[in-house]
């Protein structure tokens, strides 16, 4: 059983930024594809960023791209969201997840292909 723990979530101004973290305790961190997701508040789940196990591939949400980078460290079992430029519409709770994939290159972005998430962290923009 893998387990996520989020963290770096909080109030900020629009323009403002986070950084998001993920620590994990698998032991084979470098095997999973990670992602992070968000639910604002009266919607569904939303994809918004995705790395690869190697962390050499990631893709993004069109709403977030170009404001917002997915890294990874593999030595310390984390994988970071930076947030920057933030809008309102940004605010969400924001959920990391996980899953072993036998490929290095893979990103996910599909939320049925995790099976480990995290409790999520909220993340309030005031405008």
């Known amino acids: 059983q893998v387990q996520l723990v989020e963290s770096g979530g909080g109030l900020v101004q629009a323009g403002g930024s986070l950084r998001l973290s993920c620590a994990a305790s698998?032991?084979?961190?470098?095997?999973?594809?990670m992602g992070w997701f968000r639910q604002p508040p009266g919607k569904e789940r939303e994809f918004v960023a995705a790395i690869s196990a190697s962390g050499g591939r990631t893709s993004y949400a069109g709403s977030v791209r170009g404001r917002f980078t997915i890294s990874r460290d593999n030595a310390k079992n984390t994988v970071y969201l930076q947030m920057n430029s933030l809008k309102p519409e940004d605010t969400a709770v924001y959920y990391c997840?996980?899953?072993?994939?036998?490929?290095?290159?893979?990103?996910?972005?599909?939320?049925?292909?995790?099976?480990?998430w995290g409790q999520g962290t909220q993340v309030t923009v005031s405008s």
């Open positions: 698998a032991r084979t961190f470098n095997r999973y594809a």
């Open positions: 997840a996980g899953t072993l994939h036998p490929l290095y290159t893979a990103v996910v972005t599909t939320g049925r292909e995790y099976p480990y």
